[in-house]
Each structure stands twice: as structure tokens, then as C-alpha cells.
């Protein structure tokens, strides 16, 4: 009897500890959620000054032949090798009458892989465009019988960088080519004069067996030379000019390229 | 049973707000100088206690400057100052942290350096490409002080894209002081 009396005294007494400890932890959070205005000092902030910056502006480079467009324009051109060739271009510092520079520009065209470079500078004239003629020389390539390719850059150094190109093929004064004839019984050569000072260049046209060239050409008619048996023509052909000779196939089912056109 | 168990909830609270209410967290704090003698003479009258409080004193200003039709290698420096009095004289009573801060739309390509009058380089931190924050310049409660800076603002010779010609960069010079 003793002990449950003791038991209940235990209890009661735990329970009390319990509703004590809670009723310190609820006041502790009413206090705290009062309490937490208070972290704070003094803080001030202003916009001491604002600036607009502005680029000089109105700045136009330009040309007629290159470009900054991310597709490089292509030229082909045709150069007699006997002395360097020369590409021509125009520089300018306007776009059109209405968007002029305004400032001085400084600029340099290089041509590469071979060719010179030159620097020059564009000067302002009022509302009225300035174009500066600029010419770049290549020089004779180890091979002048093959196309060369050469890229033009102009970039613009003052007041802002722009760059320009353009790519020329230069062709040599004589080239040719044979188009395809697989399944033909004739062959075509197409040959291609570059123009020149002289109004007529020597040709020599050689093949290889398996074709005879047309005889009522005028190509082979006008030949100042010709040899069947060691299949080879030489003529003289207009500058500045495109011709064509047809050579008559024995198998018409292969490809008959064979045949070459050269400057005497 | 219920009714007193929240009276005794209530009992608690108010000795536990007793004990904690006197206690603070406010950076707050404000000097009273008692100067003349206590409960003497009628209110107004000359021997009235003379309290003082402190004053929290702040000015700055930031030069105008044109930064109009800039060029790749231009060069534009900016005077600011910033002290912490009034116009009336009067010195802050608190310490504080001065920070300068300058945002850019980034349309052009800036750099921006920050120098005190005397050539020392106040380093500036660019947390984003947009912002520039000065590291804190401290002033002390109680002492006048005029600090003097120099912002310069540098179009590198080397950034030349003709993207650049005719953009717009809109630039504010902020202030933000905080009681130390």
C-alpha cells in the first residue's frame, strides 16, 4: 500500500518536472520572437553621381571587293605570269552618302600567302566619302601553270580594328581542262587564255593515245605545227579568249583526260 | 486546474522578460553627457541638465566628369571625397565603414582603379562583371575626417572592335557606409 503510494508521489513529481521544462521552453520562444528586432545598426546608401559613357562613333570601313562578312568572297582572275600580277581594290571610310567617318582612319593590306603589304590612312572629308585606291603585287609563283590562290586583308588600326577580305584565285594565262566523258565518244578540252598585252599567245597541245583531235577545227586547221605521230599542236590562239577542241574517243566507256594545253 | 497552470505560464514569462528586456543586440548606442547639476532650477531655465546626442554625420560628393565620344587608350579620372561631418560642422559620433561601389552595363570594355590623393591603391573587388566594390575605408566616431579618392576609368588601347563605335555605358558611383 506504501509503495503505491510512493509510485504515484514519483509521478506526480516527474510530470511536474515535464510542465516545468515546457512552459520555460515556451517562454524562451514567445521572449526570443520579440527579441529579434533588435539586431540591427545604422546602414546608409546613396547613388553618389551616375555617368552615360559614349563611343566615338560614326565609323565606316569599307570596300569594294572585300568584306567583314563572315563568307569571304571569291574572285577568280586570270594573270599572264610573265611579270607579278597585281590585285586592285578600293578602300573607303563610308558606307553609303548618309554614314560617313567622321575621324581619320589607319589601316594596312597584306596579301598572303605571297604577295607585298602597304599601310595607308583615309582622311575625313566633311560629309563626303573618301575611297583610296590600293594595289598589291604578286609575285611570279614557282609554278605559274597552276591556279594560286591568294587572300587579301585589309584591317583598320585607328580608331577601331575591322577587318576585311577577300580571296583571289589567279588563274594562269593558258589553262584547260577536259570534262568528263565517261560513256562518250568524243572528249571536250576547254582552254582558257588569260588577257594579255599581246593579242595572240603560242599554245602547245599534246594527248595521249586513245584520242585523235578534231581536224576541221580551227584550232588544229590554223596550227602552225602539228604532229600525229607524236600526238602533239602547236597554234596560236586570241588572248583573252576561251576555245575548245573536241578529241574523238577509240573506247567511249573510259574517262579520256590525257591531254594537256601550255604556253610556248 | 487549466486556468492556473497558464497563470503560472504568464508568471514566468514576465520574470523571464524581468531578467532578458534590459538586454540588447542594437548596435545602437548614443553618448549622454550630463553637464549641469540634477534636479536643480524649472525646465528651460539655464540650469537645466544639458544632454547631448550623437550625431550620425555623413557627406561625400563625386566629380562630374564627360565621358562622352571615348576612343580605345582614353584615360578619365573622377575626384570623390567622403567625410564624416556635416555641413553644420558637426562629426559623426559613430564609427563608420565607408564602402564605394560602381555598377556598368559592361557595354564597353572599362577598367575601372580606384586610388586614394596620395597614390595608394584602394583595391577594388569585381564579384560580377557588372559591379566594383571598394574595400571598406574606416572612420573613427568623434574624429572629423575628409577621405579623397581618385576613380579612373581606362578604355585599354588593345580592345579596338569596331563593335564598339557608337555603344552606350550607363556607370553609377554608389555609397555605403555602415556603424562599425
Given amino acids: ?264 | 486546474m487549466k486556468i492556473k497552470r497558464w497563470y503560472q505560464y504568464l508568471t514566468y514569462m514576465f520574470i523571464v522578460s524581468l531578467v532578458f528586456t534590459g538586454v540588447s543586440f542594437s548596435r545602437f548606442s548614443s553618448v549622454i553627457n550630463n553637464t549641469g547639476a540634477e534636479n536643480t532650477g524649472s525646465p528651460g531655465s539655464p540650469d537645466e541638465p544639458g544632454i547631448e546626442f550623437s550625431t550620425w554625420a555623413l557627406e561625400h560628393q563625386a566629380a562630374a566628369v564627360s565621358l562622352e565620344n571615348l576612343e580605345p587608350g582614353d584615360v578619365k579620372t573622377i575626384a570623390i571625397w567622403v567625410k564624416n561631418k556635416n555641413s553644420a560642422g558637426t562629426v559623426s559620433g559613430y564609427n563608420q565603414k565607408v564602402t564605394l561601389e560602381l555598377t556598368t552595363t559592361g557595354n564597353l570594355p572599362l577598367e575601372f582603379t580606384l586610388h586614394k590623393t596620395d597614390g595608394t591603391p584602394v583595391a577594388l573587388a569585381h564579384p560580377d562583371p557588372y559591379r566594383y566594390t571598394s574595400e571598406g575605408q574606416m572612420f573613427t566616431a568623434n574624429t572629423g575626417e575628409t577621405k579623397t579618392f581618385v576613380l579612373t576609368i581606362t578604355w585599354p588601347a588593345g580592345s579596338r572592335d569596331y563593335m564598339y563605335a557608337n555603344e552606350i555605358d550607363y556607370i553609377e558611383l554608389k555609397l555605403k557606409a555602415v556603424q562599425a
Fill in chain 1, 1 to 264: 500500500m506504501r509503495d503505491e503510494s510512493e509510485q504515484k508521489f514519483e509521478m506526480s513529481r516527474q510530470s511536474y518536472k515535464q510542465k516545468f521544462v515546457i512552459t520555460i521552453l515556451i517562454a524562451a520562444l514567445l521572449l526570443l520572437s520579440f527579441s529579434t528586432s533588435s539586431f540591427a545598426s545604422y546602414i546608409y546608401s546613396a547613388v553618389m553621381r551616375s555617368y552615360i559613357a559614349t563611343a566615338e562613333g560614326d565609323f565606316y570601313f569599307t570596300s569594294d571587293l572585300l568584306t567583314d562578312a563572315p563568307t569571304v568572297p571569291t574572285y577568280h582572275v586570270t594573270h599572264d605570269w610573265t611579270t607579278a600580277a597585281t590585285i586592285s581594290f578600293q578602300l573607303r571610310n563610308y558606307e553609303d552618302q548618309l554614314n560617313v567617318s567622321e575621324k581619320q582612319i589607319i589601316y594596312n593590306a597584306t596579301a598572303s600567302a605571297s604577295g607585298s603589304s602597304v599601310n595607308g590612312t583615309i582622311n575625313p572629308a566633311g560629309t563626303v566619302g573618301q575611297g583610296q585606291a590600293v594595289n598589291l603585287t604578286v609575285p611570279v609563283p614557282a609554278n605559274p601553270h597552276a591556279p594560286l590562290e591568294v587572300t587579301v586583308t585589309a584591317t583598320s588600326t585607328y580608331p577601331y580594328a575591322k577587318t576585311l577580305r577577300g580571296r583571289f584565285i589567279i588563274s594562269p594565262a593558258v589553262s584547260y581542262e577536259v570534262a568528263e566523258n565517261t560513256g562518250s565518244p568524243v572528249a571536250t578540252l576547254k582552254v582558257t587564255l588569260a588577257q594579255s598585252a599581246g593579242l595572240t599567245r603560242p599554245v602547245t597541245i599534246s594527248w595521249q593515245a586513245g584520242a585523235a583531235p578534231d581536224m576541221t577545227s580551227p584550232i588544229v586547221i590554223n596550227a602552225a605545227s602539228i604532229d600525229l605521230v607524236n600526238r602533239t599542236l602547236t597554234t596560236f590562239l586570241n588572248t583573252a579568249a576561251i576555245y575548245e577542241l573536241v578529241f574523238f574517243k577509240d573506247n567511249p566507256a573510259g574517262n579520256y583526260t590525257s591531254v594537256t594545253a601550255t604556253g610556248a
